[in-house]
């Protein structure tokens, strides 16, 4: 089916309320076994450094200053400032406020400039200030954006404003790419995870992303699994591809190379890539560069021999 | 009414209760996650793997700050603590072949060190006169995480443990006679010493060892129970690597002597602070 921007309300929501339900047992057990894969020498050091280059480097605080956006830019480039063999991450990840500095910060580098925008983290502004907010940060260099969606107007069933604001964003975005935040945590239920991912998916999102990292449920692996089927989903019926971004929560080595055994099982290897695949994390970067030493040099690292942002 | 029954009493059997030595890793009783056991004297006792050091570093790490930022007072009752439970368990002690008096000076040296807690910063830091118009002082400060091999016998194994704690430091101890160190270890568990300052591991120390003598994340390395020449040397090389402060006794330690400051001292910094005198 095709869903277009001028789809009755009542189209829409037949289709996201027709979308099988999810077995929260199932995708609980699944994430769980999965997540007890051991993946050890070799291929963790190439999955160590996968997901360096998978990493969106954030800081989205309200102490945020262009001296720390500056400081978190040039550790983007080179994470491992004692070993070039380090890749460097996927993107720096920031308020609009903070994207000029950014970008200045980052030009020539490779390293993609996302800036969270739409009134980020609760999304409750009207859609003027929302496009506003949009049109600055690309104007400001960045080249991704993270929206995020309406929650309340998701849970109150008014799909059509939700994929409205997101066609309107997208068309705002002009050449950046779109991820759309669910915010997961604030969704309640699998179902609405899936019929969410759906709905942004169906408007235009480039990525769908779990969660701001405001709340107190973030990223989590059933979540993600839930996302990626929908991904993988979308990609047989429509053709598109669509990435998926966690965020929040994710901390340790271990944490992101279950994610990456979830992807591998579930959407496959060609979802592998930062292209398609991104951990919304500022903590992690420094655990896997920490795993990342140790296998070089064969001993324990400590966290004092790493920059704190 | 019917009449009733009475069947002969069964002979009392009961089930021996078999206890496992597990590892103490922040404040809690965990196996190896390498699974392994080890039988030493009939029992069975968890074998540390390289991993499980690994995760003692990060809880020792973790209950760092606040051990050392608790008012020395506070930690002087927490030795204390442990002196006390320490003597209620003395039957235990015995029994798993302790002798008495050392039970009996394993105590006391708690007790002693509990009350250096207070005292130790006016003994080895203080004003110092300066030629200009400023407070100098001088304060000792705890190294941080400190890597412990651990002499067998209890008293050695308190005399290597409390003074490295005493002044807010935090401990992963490689420790020999298994059953004493759990037993010790039971002894913290219920002593309000906080989870993570000292963790215990059981094992091999040429296992062990050398991962935490080359852990970037441990400040400090006590070799006391180190017995092997080849094994020390090894370590106290790869602790250069990172700068670790190391003690290694040149001479077998005599643990029934006065230990003196110097237990303590060694894993102490200095930090010197210059204030101008206002008028």
């Given amino acids: 089916m095709t869903v277009t921007v001028s789809a009755a309300l009542s189209d829409l929501r037949s289709f996201l309320h027709g979308l099988p339900g999810v077995d929260k047992v199932g995708v609980e057990a699944r994430a769980a076994a999965l997540a007890t894969r051991s993946i ?32 978190l830019c040039a550790k983007a480039r080179r994470p491992d400032p004692a070993d070039p063999s380090c890749p460097p991450v996927a993107a720096i990840c920031v308020y609009p406020a903070m994207a000029r500095v950014a970008a200045a910060a980052l030009a020539g580098s490779g390293v993609h400039l996302a800036s969270v925008a739409t009134a980020f983290p609760s999304g409750q502004a009207p859609l003027e200030v929302k496009l506003a907010d949009t049109r600055d940060a690309v104007a400001a260099g960045a080249d991704e954006i993270d929206m995020v969606i309406s929650r309340g107007a998701f849970l109150a069933g008014d799909y059509t404003k939700v994929f409205d604001e997101i066609v309107a964003v997208k068309e705002a975005c002009g050449g950046a790419h779109l991820k759309v935040i669910l915010e997961t945590g604030e969704l309640g239920t699998y179902d609405n995870i899936r019929r969410a991912s759906w709905l942004a998916m169906l408007a235009g999102a480039d990525f769908i992303k779990t969660s701001t990292g405001k709340v107190a449920v973030n990223a989590t692996l059933p979540i993600t699994l839930v996302m990626l089927e929908a991904v993988r989903d979308f990609r047989e019926r429509h053709g598109r591809i669509i990435g998926v971004k966690p965020a929040g929560g994710i901390k340790t080595t271990k944490d992101a190379v279950k994610y990456l055994v979830l992807i591998n099982e579930t959407v496959g290897d060609d979802w592998l890539s930062p292209d398609r695949f991104r951990f919304g994390a500022s903590s992690l970067l420094n655990d896997l560069l920490m795993q990342r030493t140790k296998l070089t040099t064969g001993h324990y690292a400590g966290p004092d021999y790493f920059t704190l942002d | 009414m019917p009449k009733s029954v009475k069947s002969p009493a069964p002979e009392a059997v009961r089930l021996a209760v078999r206890k496992t030595y597990k590892l103490y890793i922040g404040g809690k009783f965990p196996r190896s996650e390498s699974g392994r056991t080890f039988v030493a004297d009939g029992d069975n006792v968890a074998l540390a793997s390289r991993k499980d050091a690994r995760d003692a570093v990060l809880a020792a790490r973790a209950a760092q700050p606040k051990w050392a930022g608790a008012t020395a007072y506070n930690r002087g009752q927490v030795l204390y603590r442990i002196a006390e439970m320490l003597e209620a368990r003395r039957a235990e002690f015995t029994a798993l072949g302790v002798p008495g008096d050392e039970v009996d000076a394993a105590v006391d040296r708690w007790v002693w060190y509990a009350g250096w807690s207070d005292k130790i910063a006016q003994v080895v830091g203080g004003a110092n006169p300066v030629a200009g118009p400023f407070f100098n002082i001088s304060a000792p400060e705890p190294t941080g995480v400190v890597a412990v091999v651990a002499p067998a016998s209890l008293l050695g194994l308190v005399s290597v443990v409390a003074p490295a704690i005493v002044t807010g430091n935090t401990t992963v101890v490689l420790t020999a006679g298994p059953q004493v ?38 400040n400090a390395l006590d070799l006391t129970g180190v017995d092997h020449p080849g094994l020390a040397a090894e370590l106290e090389r790869a ?31 200095t930090k010197t602070v210059w204030h101008p005198k206002g008028y």
């Fill in chain 1, 40 to 71: 050890k020498t070799s291929a963790k050091a190439e999955a160590i450094d996968l997901a360096i280059r998978m990493v969106d480097l954030t800081t989205l605080e309200g102490a945020d200053t262009p001296g720390k956006v500056r400081a």
């Fill in chain 2, 239 to 269: 602790a250069a690597g990172t700068l670790k402060r190391v003690i290694r006794p040149r001479a077998a330690t005599d643990f029934t002597a006065d230990p003196g400051l110097r237990p303590m001292t060694a894993l102490l910094e």
């Fill in chain 2, 181 to 218: 160190a759990i037993t010790l270890a039971e002894v913290l568990a219920t002593s309000d010493v906080p989870g993570g300052v000292v963790n215990l591991l059981t094992g091999r120390y040429a296992e062990t060892a050398p991962w935490l003598a080359s852990h970037d994340d441990v």
